[in-house]
T-cell receptor, first 113, second 114 residues
Framework: TQLLEQSPQFLSIQEGENLTVYCNSSSVFSSLQWYRQEPGEGPVLLVTVVTGGEVKKLKRLTFQFGDARKDSSLHITAAQPGDTGLYLCAGDPYGGATNKLIFGTGTLLAVQP | DSGVTQTPKHLITATGQRVTLRCSPRSGDLSVYWYQQSLDQGLQFLIQYYNGEERAKGNILERFSAQQFPDLHSELNLSSLELGDSALYFC?????????????FGPGTRLTVT
């Protein structure tokens, strides 16, 4: 069974702090995506990483895909209250048109003003 | 707004009943995915349809079934409902981006079984 473990599960920080969320697996993924979900809403795609070692930046968010394509991290610089939400990583183990995503366990982030 | 629509937003029903959830994908997207999100199981893939045909199956119970119609909207049918089926049900559609596919999620249907 392919699993994606995220850590930490919960994170409560003050505005302006930096943080890193980790997404780990023993399986290789053809691509990995990060989503953010707010209460009662559907997940919103933030980024897709495909190549081992790839780094992508989205304003204050930096995403990295591990060299072996088994893990990923999300780093947020100078967190703001608007960053509050559930962060989910999701891996595609097969690639191609069967885009059967395996979702991580989630990291619930609360940024206090 | 992702462009994926789902109805109804909320559904309350009793054990043993049957319900139908509806999803319309983004314009032009041929794939529809169904997911279940519960507190203890997280977000779980149920099933994928592509242009009317079943493409992939996940942890979908035999009491659940889905179909995709010629106009590409999809329905998820849940029958003989149990208390444990209470969850958020999401639909997503996807678009190819390079070698990967990006999924866009609808707002979800919150099902409560009493």
């Amino acid at each position: 069974t392919q699993l994606l473990e995220q850590s930490p599960q919960f994170l409560s920080i003050q505005e302006g702090e930096n943080l890193t969320v980790y997404c780990n697996s023993s399986s290789v993924f053809s691509s990995l995506q990060w989503y953010r979900q707010e209460p009662g809403e559907g997940p919103v795609l933030l980024v897709t990483v495909v190549t081992g070692g790839e780094v992508k930046k989205l304003k204050r968010l930096t995403f990295q895909f591990g060299d072996a394509r088994k893990d990923s991290s999300l780093h947020i610089t100078a967190a703001q209250p608007g960053d509050t939400g559930l962060y989910l990583c999701a891996g595609d183990p097969y690639g191609g048109a069967t885009n059967k995503l395996i979702f991580g366990t989630g990291t619930l982030l609360a940024v206090q003003p | 707004d992702s462009g994926v629509t789902q109805t109804p937003k909320h559904l309350i029903t009793a054990t043993g009943q049957r319900v139908t959830l509806r999803c319309s994908p983004r314009s032009g997207d041929l794939s529809v995915y169904w997911y279940q999100q519960s507190l203890d199981q997280g977000l779980q893939f149920l099933i994928q349809y592509y242009n009317g045909e079943e493409r992939a199956k996940g942890n979908i119970l035999e009491r659940f079934s889905a179909q995709q119609f010629p106009d590409l909207h999809s329905e998820l049918n849940l029958s003989s409902l149990e208390l444990g089926d209470s969850a958020l049900y999401f639909c997503a559609s996807s678009v190819a981006v390079g070698v990967s596919y990006e999924q866009y999620f609808g707002p979800g249907t919150r099902l409560t079984v009493t």
